[in-house]
């Protein structure tokens, strides 16, 4: 077989790297230890909650939510003390925490409405924590359940893979 990238697992995070590397024109071969009826991984089995900060579904429950609370909640959880110094084993952690946050906070429910996924008007408060917004855990309910739960998250990625394994 020829191919740019050879993806190993097809689980979500398989599914959406295959996917994407597709869409920028690139030939993929995904290999798993499941058959291609199981493309999914624990995804598919999964209660689909995804991490999202200040979205509609929020405000429409009322929920106040902003970039600057879900880091403040992120780093009171994390913990991270080895930011400085010779040895700031931290830092990329941080960094991609950071990252992470705010694309929650900014493009990431476009983007995955973009590729298909649906959101019921339920907003979960998994990983509660303390309960405060100085100590770990999310001070507000940020867990949003996809439309279809697990299957509604990784059906839409699973669908674009089969049909580009079945296109010329
Ligand atoms: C019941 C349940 C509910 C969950 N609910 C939520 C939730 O609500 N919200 C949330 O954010 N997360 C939830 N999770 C966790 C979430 O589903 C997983 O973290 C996520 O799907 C992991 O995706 P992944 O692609 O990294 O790994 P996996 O889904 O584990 O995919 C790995 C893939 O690699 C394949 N593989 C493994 N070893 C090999 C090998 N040696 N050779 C070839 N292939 C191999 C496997 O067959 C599998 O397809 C839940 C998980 C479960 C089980």
């Known amino acids: 077989m020829d ?3 050879i993806v190993v697992g097809g689980g979500l995070s398989g599914l959406v790297a295959a996917d994407e590397l597709v869409r920028e024109g690139r030939r993929v071969v995904l290999v798993d230890q499941e058959s291609e009826a199981n493309l999914g991984g624990q995804a598919y089995w999964s209660f689909g909650g995804l991490f999202l900060v200040n979205s509609p579904e929020q405000r429409r429950l009322g929920v106040r939510d902003s970039f600057g609370l879900a880091w403040q909640d992120w780093r009171a959880s994390a913990g991270w003390d080895r ?3 010779e040895l700031p084993e931290d830092e990329w952690a941080e960094r991609w925490a950071r990252a ?3 694309f929650a906070a900014e493009e990431k429910r476009a983007w ?5 996924v649906r959101f019921t008007p ?12 100085g100590g770990h855990g999310n001070s507000v309910p940020r867990f949003h359940i996809a439309w279809g739960t697990g299957t509604g ?3 839409p990625f699973a669908d674009r893979v089969r049909a580009a394994l079945h296109s010329p």
């Open 153 to 155: 998250v990784s059906e």
């Open 100 to 102: 992470y946050v705010e």
């Open 3 to 5: 191919a740019d990238v």
């Open 83 to 85: 930011l400085d110094g």
């Open 112 to 116: 995955l409405v973009e590729r298909g």
């Open 122 to 133: 339920v907003v979960g408060w998994a990983e509660r924590g303390s309960g405060t917004a």
